[in-house]
């Protein structure tokens, strides 16, 4: 067996407009190992946060289940790549270059019977180690025709999931479920938001799924016989639901009623909740006509946060545990929406998705859910569709080599996004200190990954100091909060 690992370093990138930032990378700059093999050096980079959404985009796609959840979120992600490609043109032609590039050889052109098979038992099938097909399984998804077609038939098989009571079960054969339905007349919600023009797609859903959640939601109200159960995470996620439909489908006398005792006992208690609660009802009160108490809340959330060069805008408290409402990426989405529509604080939002890239992994977020909460967030402020072209400056190891990977991502450029590779045989120690000077008028993303493989022995140490590291700081924390993580 070999005695060498894949090691990855890796450095988040986050530079603000019109401005420069310098990174190192420490263990390539003080490099000495003799056994240290160099395996490949990445740069990925973007000014276009719609990019974000496309890497994202082919994960729901594809994802290989059909319960009521997935089949909207595999429509969800469909309706959105299309508007992304008919309303940016440059990322048409790319893709278009793509497609071009070759004879059409894509993976993603086999049996569909044996796709789900291959999706679940191998999920690595369909990653390529060639950048070219790679781009070409990515041109396939974003073809226009293909993806208005598969848009229209995912729709139809969402509405035949419907239930005769106007409720979605969670899987074919089960009962009404309904905070699936909810979530997906959320999500249905949130396509309204973006894309204003196509809520008549979506009629039949509304109008039979509205009427079911309101009664449900009366129901478990009398039931109950109180005025308010407290964190009911469940009725929270109801009012959130249907602050979407306000105007154009008016809640009844009776619902009105219950709904306005509740909102009143929660402005008794609201400093309880959870941050995932308080982001709801941020929107619900501002939807709901309190502006006020919608920026109170807000003016609350912003002064317990966290505020982090690296990080961005986070909470300390958002962290992950077993319940769906406690889930740290949905959360940071759900507060993006909250501070973007109560307070337009746009520079907030920029800070709070430095914290939702940071969580990324290499494709997608951790499940569905997560991610179409995420591209939703991403895209709140994406109204202007038109591509941002790269004015980033770079200076990474050798200048030759780099100017000559630039020219060959011309049609990258233009869309805003670029991605660079070295390999083994190009990276030198000098590329350690890598400057990038920002000269457009948005914040850019991105990142910087080193691989190599390296002896188990040489790497302990490194690895026994960042447990130390973390060591000392639990030490520091007294109080248990994680105060002195923030100072750190």
């Known amino acids: ?113 044996l796709k789900s098979i291959l999706l679940a038992e191998t999920p690595w099938f369909f990653d390529s180690s060639d950048e070219v097909e790679k781009n070409k399984q990515l041109a396939y998804l974003f073809d226009l025709a293909t993806l208005k077609n598969k848009q229209e038939q995912t729709l139809e098989k969402l509405e035949a999931k419907l239930l005769p009571s106007g409720g979605f079960p969670w899987f074919d054969g089960g009962n009404e479920n309904p905070f699936i339905s909810q979530h997906i007349l959320a999500g249905i919600g949130h396509l309204n938001a973006l894309f204003p023009n196509d809520k008549t797609k979506y009629k039949k859903i509304v109008t039979k799924g509205l009427p079911f959640l309101d009664q449900n939601f009366i129901k478990q109200y009398e039931d109950k016989k109180t005025i308010f159960r407290s964190y009911s995470y469940y009725d929270i996620h109801y009012l959130y639901m249907r602050s979407f439909f ?40 501002n939807r709901f006509g309190d502006v006020e108490m919608a920026k109170k809340m807000i003016m609350h959330l912003k002064e317990t946060a966290s505020l982090n060069e690296d990080l961005g805008m986070y909470w300390i408290e958002n962290t992950k545990s077993w319940y769906w409402y406690q889930a740290p990426i949905e959360t940071q989405a759900l507060l993006i929406e909250a501070f973007n529509e109560v307070t337009k604080d746009s520079k907030s939002v920029d800070l709070m998705k430095v914290w939702l890239l940071k969580n990324k992994q290499n494709k997608n977020w951790a499940t569905t859910k997560a991610t179409t909460e995420v591209i939703y967030a991403i895209l709140l402020q994406g109204n202007d569709w038109t591509a941002v072209k790269d004015k980033t400056k770079f200076k990474i190891g050798n200048e030759k080599l780099l100017s000559e990977k630039l020219s060959t991502k011309e049609n990258e450029a233009e869309t805003g996004y670029i991605k660079i590779k070295w390999n083994a045989d190009e990276i030198s120690n000098d590329m350690a200190n890598i400057s990038i000077e920002n000269k457009s008028d948005v914040p850019s993303y991105g990142g910087i ?37 923030k100072k750190q």
């Open 1 to 113: 067996m070999s005695n060498k690992i894949l090691i990855t370093e890796s450095i988040p990138l986050w530079v603000r407009e019109n401005s420069k930032k310098e990174y190192v990378f420490e263990n390539l700059k003080n490099n000495t190992s003799t056994t240290l093999q160099n395996h490949s050096f990445t740069l990925e980079y973007t000014t276009n946060p719609i990019w974000l959404a496309i890497q994202s985009l082919p994960y729901l796609m594809e994802f290989e289940h059909e319960c009521a959840e997935q089949t909207f979120s595999r429509y969800y992600a469909n309706t959105i790549a299309s508007e992304i490609v008919t309303k940016n043109p440059k990322i048409a032609t790319l893709f278009e270059s793509y497609r071009n590039e070759k004879a059409p050889e894509s993976k993603l052109e086999i049996n569909q019977e």
């Open 246 to 285: 306000l105007k154009e489908h008016p809640v009844s006398t009776k619902l009105d009623s219950i709904l306005q005792l509740q909102l009143k006992e929660v402005k008794k208690n609201w400093l309880t909740y959870s941050l995932y609660q308080k982001g709801q009802l941020a929107l619900i009160f």
């Open 449 to 485: 990954y080193w691989q190599y493989f390296e002896n188990l022995e040489n790497i302990k140490e490194s690895t026994n100091t960042v447990l130390n590291i973390k060591k000392e700081l639990f030490k520091k924390d007294k109080t248990g909060t994680g105060n002195v993580f």
